[in-house]
């Protein structure tokens, strides 16, 4: 074998065995490289003789070539089969649900709101809103509470800042939702049937109290509204939200300066430890307030107290959510701990229908 051709087959086998880029780059440096083995041979052509030259000249271009090529194939050859293991490895199921378990819940007051809407929408009622920062005269003046009347310090409210020498009534963070009654009459007029669920603020703050809570409204309008509607409609209301067929509530007798006359109403409960049965047992739980529609904030709402009359009711939606959860802490609400959420939060798009069952 001559001394070429031995050359070739060394290197056609190491080229044939290199396993990666950076041994075929060992194996193009060791032949072709400025100091490669066959780049020496070639630089001694200049002293053979012109015959010697051409024949060995020849020989040496052809095996230049050869390896060369030999050395492009193999590397191409490697990056094929580095792409196709990868593809191997990284593939993935594009048809796998995007999250296995969706991480966020609902929170319970919006749980509890969406049920509380559901029920009196089917009742016939449907949803007002107003601001929370509302003005002196819609949260108090309009719903029977002038100026210097004692129930405005009962409030605790926030109020927000004028500038220095305006000394029209500052606004307030609306302490309660009774305004939107005033702005759902002036927007719609009689008859009238709507809640209202919003947040609302107040200076306070304990295991049963934060500065921010949430109420829902209701406010039915008609010519011939009684009380016997007003308690048929909390009744319906309860045995809907707390899923149980008997109810019992009780109307106490009590003042509030926007409804005429005015109840307290609680519900007939009993604890068994830490647990709430409504409709059963020995203990009363007050729920809301409501009562006839004072004909002063008809009048303010712009409504005729001659022809129509109305009943109200406020409740809190935050209580309401303690109770048919048994959630015991009301700060917990809104400290926003991802446990707590996951714990007391519910599903998304497990929306709340009569029919489909409100809570869990
Ligand atoms: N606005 C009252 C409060 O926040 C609750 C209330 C009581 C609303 C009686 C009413 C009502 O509509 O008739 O304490």
New binding site residues.
Partial sequence: MSDLEALREKYLAQIRAAEDEAAIEKVRIAALGKKGEISRRMRTLGKMSPEERRTVGAALNALRDEIDAAIRARREALADAALAKRLEEEWFDVTLPARPRPQGTVHPVSQVTEEIVAIFAELGFSVAEGPQIESDWYNFDA?NIPPHHPARQE?DTFYMHRAEGDDRPPHVLR????PV?IRAMEAHGAPIRIIAPGR?YRSDYDQTHTPMFH?V???AIDRDVSMANLKWTLEEFCRAFFEVDHVELRFRA?H?P??EP???VDIRCSWQGRQLKVGEGEDWMEI??????HPAVLKAGGIDPEEWQG??????IDRLAMLKYGIPDLRSFFESDLRWLRHYGFAALDIPTLHGGLGR
Avoid at 288 to 293: A, I, K, P, Q, R
């Fill in positions: 719903l409030f302490t309660h939702t009774s009654q609302v109420q409204e209701g406010l009590s509030f926007f409804t005015s109840a307290e809301l307030g409501s009562g006839m529609v009943f109200a009711f406020g409740l809190g």
